[in-house]
């Protein structure tokens, strides 16, 4: 099996990634997996996550290619859909993710949401699109996140009980990526 590698990117104002959410928990599993490596850092910029320090952070830092499978939190979200629009990835996992600003003028400030979304493009640079999202998300309105689903035709993983996916653990995020590497276990 030729070795892939996961990025996770996270969400905005998270601290150090590391002690936020699953995100240090979801490394650590990834890790484990046969051929498989997964980089996860403190993005620059971390509480406005602006799209012209981001992407090209992902692409020459965190050396992601073709042979990447981008993971997004929330603002992480949207930076792996943008990314995907000008480079090729194995593959794109989103959580929480939406189309908008929402009014915040913070996300407004990101970048990511001042032009609309090249959905046929982030089809074309990826193998497969996987999309978690929760109907009690209390920062993305539903329909923001069907918007996503709409546009990619991602595999919708919908929870009703979910939140914005700010738990210390996501098994349901491991055995989907152990599903989309075929590795049994």
Same mark, same amino acid.
């Given at each position: #099996?030729?070795?892939?590698?996961?990025? @996770? @990117? $996270?969400?905005n104002g998270a601290g150090d990634v590391f002690h936020a959410n699953w995100y240090g928990? +979801?490394?650590? =599993?990834?890790?484990?997996?046969?051929?498989?490596?997964?980089?996860l850092r403190n993005m620059p910029d971390p509480i406005t996550a602006r799209e012209s320090?981001?992407? $090209?952070? #992902?692409?020459?830092? #965190? *050396?992601?290619?073709?042979?990447?499978? @981008? /993971?997004?939190?929330?603002?992480?979200?949207? +930076? !792996? #859909? =943008?990314?995907?629009?000008?480079?090729? /990835?194995?593959?794109?996992?989103? %959580?929480?993710?939406?189309?908008?600003?929402?009014? *915040?003028?913070?996300?407004? +400030?990101?970048?990511?949401?001042?032009?609309?979304w090249e959905w046929e493009k982030i089809k074309a640079h990826t193998e497969f699109v996987? &999309?978690?999202?929760?109907?009690?998300?209390?920062? @993305? $309105?539903? +329909?923001?996140? =069907? &918007?996503?689903?709409?546009? %990619?035709?991602?595999?919708?993983?919908?929870? *009703? *009980? =979910? !939140?914005?996916?700010?738990?210390?653990?996501?098994?349901?995020? /491991?055995?989907?990526?152990?599903?989309?590497?075929?590795?049994?276990?």
């Amino acid at each position: #099996m030729e070795s892939v590698k996961v990025a @996770i @990117i $996270p969400g905005n104002g998270a601290g150090d990634v590391f002690h936020a959410n699953w995100y240090g928990w +979801a490394h650590k =599993r990834i890790n484990e997996l046969s051929h498989v490596s997964c980089d996860l850092r403190n993005m620059p910029d971390p509480i406005t996550a602006r799209e012209s320090k981001w992407i $090209p952070f #992902m692409h020459d830092e #965190m *050396d992601c290619d073709e042979n990447t499978i @981008i /993971i997004g939190h929330s603002s992480g979200a949207e +930076a !792996g #859909m =943008r990314y995907a629009e000008s480079y090729k /990835i194995k593959g794109l996992i989103l %959580v929480s993710a939406c189309v908008t600003d929402l009014g *915040d003028e913070n996300e407004r +400030a990101s970048g990511y949401y001042s032009r609309p979304w090249e959905w046929e493009k982030i089809k074309a640079h990826t193998e497969f699109v996987v &999309q978690f999202g929760s109907t009690d998300d209390p920062f @993305i $309105p539903w +329909a923001e996140q =069907r &918007q996503v689903f709409e546009g %990619v035709d991602s595999e919708l993983m919908q929870y *009703d *009980d =979910r !939140g914005h996916f700010m738990n210390g653990q996501f098994p349901e995020l /491991i055995n989907v990526l152990k599903k989309k590497l075929n590795i049994s276990g």
